[in-house]
């Protein structure tokens, strides 16, 4: 008896390369545009208890961004040119002692 077999060899090479570039205009330009969202929000509510109408106008007023102030008995609320600049304005008044937060709207 015998037996017999048969040998496959083969060899190959793998190549290839390739690239692709893209640019991407403007992309996330339109995060920006979200109206009504409570991110947005670009005044805020400060308890006036225990503070001056005067004092609390004038640190306010001293901040980047700021648009107008009103007074009420207990609160006061104050408009920022952005949201950006409302959020800048509430940690300096947190820092300061102050009990402030984004009002829930908007002032016009």
Do not use: P
């Not at 400060?46 to 009103?70: R, Y």
């Amino acid at each position: 008896g015998g037996g017999g077999g048969v040998l496959l060899g083969g060899g190959g090479s793998k190549g290839g390369g390739g690239g692709y570039g893209g640019s991407w205009d403007n992309l996330g330009a339109q995060q920006q545009q979200a109206q009504g969202s409570g991110e947005e929000v670009d005044t805020l509510a400060c308890k006036a208890m225990g503070f001056g109408k005067e004092e609390l106008e004038q640190f306010f007023q001293s901040l980047e961004g700021f648009v107008k102030f009103i007074h009420k008995t207990k609160n006061c609320f104050v408009k920022y040119a952005s949201a950006h600049h409302a959020g800048q304005a509430l940690q300096a008044s947190r820092s300061f002692g102050y009990e402030a937060d984004f009002a829930k709207f908007s002032m016009y």
